[in-house]
């Protein structure tokens, strides 16, 4: 029988792998953030209006109330289609090198641009999208004090700038920042079992940094390769983005912060139960069986991972006005 290692030793060694989240909104690349715009986008984040047919808003797929994403297996888009992939929570997406499963997206503002002009999703125009938000003389007011000095702020760079400004704040700190950050009482027993086991096994490899993972890319099916009920043969990942033979059925290892709340998982949303996903992902991964008290384990100490949600009061959005472009619910 094996001695549990001091809190103070398992930290040190935690924080090889791990860090913290910061305390403050981090910065991100050309495009400072300031409360002006944090609202801006806001806004727009929760709009309907920025879908073609005035039913979607970024909310729609990336749930503020249910950690972030949909919690549907693939999300519904335009005209009712369904995606092809399962929705990320945008909760501490910030964070990630790269958005998306196939890391297509390098950082937020070109990742909110995506969604707006996917025909399965939002099936919008950059063009629809500056006339609609240039008809309603309140966000043009908005655009100006977010973007001063611009001759024409409302362009569709600075709306996908303004969300990203707004995501930057959906920042969740959780039990185990509180621990990694010196709070013993943090993490249970049975979740500090799982912390070790979720390094001594090797989950830490890919899983890691800020944000627990989505930082790297790795081939799911490492050791062994899931069926084709988990990891459908038609969606090779990465290999869509850069067509290398080496990228087939290589995704972004997925954040696992809220991970708890954010079932169902894996790019195909296949797997509901979180101990399933786990059990999955040391056997294809890893080689590993692990046993029921193990899977149970490292559950535990991902559902430290469960973060404080921000204030998220919905906002009051500008009227349309008679030159607002209609809703269009037509699929092309």
């Not at 935690?14 to 305390?23: E, G, Q, V």
């Not at 400004?165 to 621990?179: R, S």
Request: glycine share 8%; net charge negative; aromatic share 8%.
């Amino acid at each position: 029988m094996t001695t549990a290692a001091p809190a103070n030793e398992l930290r040190t060694e935690a924080l090889d792998y791990f860090k913290p989240l910061p305390s403050t909104v981090p910065a991100v690349s050309d495009n400072p953030i300031t409360p002006e715009k944090i609202d801006l986008g806001k806004a727009l984040f929760f709009d309907p209006r920025m879908s073609a047919s005035g039913v979607f808003s970024c909310n729609s797929c990336h749930n503020l109330a249910t950690g972030g994403d949909d919690n549907l297996e693939t999300s519904i888009g335009h005209g009712w289609q369904k995606g092809p992939r399962n929705a990320p929570t945008v909760l501490n997406s910030v964070f990630n090198h790269a958005q998306f499963w196939d890391g297509r997206a390098a950082d937020l503002k070109t990742q909110a641009k995506g969604p707006v002009q996917a025909g399965v999703e939002m099936a919008n125009t950059p063009a629809n999208v500056v006339a609609t938000l240039s008809s309603m003389p309140q966000y043009v007011e908005w655009f100006e004090a977010s973007f001063p000095g611009e001759d024409d702020p409302v362009t569709f760079d600075n709306f996908a700038k303004a969300i990203e400004a707004y995501e930057a704040t959906l920042i969740t700190p959780a039990p185990f920042d509180a621990w990694l950050n010196g709070d013993d009482g943090a993490l249970s027993e049975k979740q500090t079992a799982g912390l070790r086991l979720f390094m001594d096994s090797g989950c830490a490899a890919c899983h890691s940094g800020v944000n627990i993972g989505g930082h790297d890319y790795y081939p799911f099916g490492l050791v062994e390769k899931p069926g084709a009920e988990i990891l459908p043969e038609g969606d090779k990942g990465r290999f869509a983005v850069t067509e290398t033979v080496d990228d087939e059925y290589v995704f972004r290892a997925a954040p696992l912060r809220n991970i708890a709340v954010t079932a169902p998982y894996f790019h195909s949303g296949k797997v509901w139960d979180l101990g399933t996903a786990v059990a999955i992902m040391a056997e294809s991964q890893l080689g590993a069986d692990l046993s029921d008290k193990e899977v149970g384990e490292i559950v535990a100490f991902l559902e430290s991972l469960t973060g404080t949600m921000p204030a998220a009061t919905l906002p009051v959005l500008p009227a349309e006005t008679g030159s607002t472009p209609r809703p269009s619910g037509e699929v092309q």
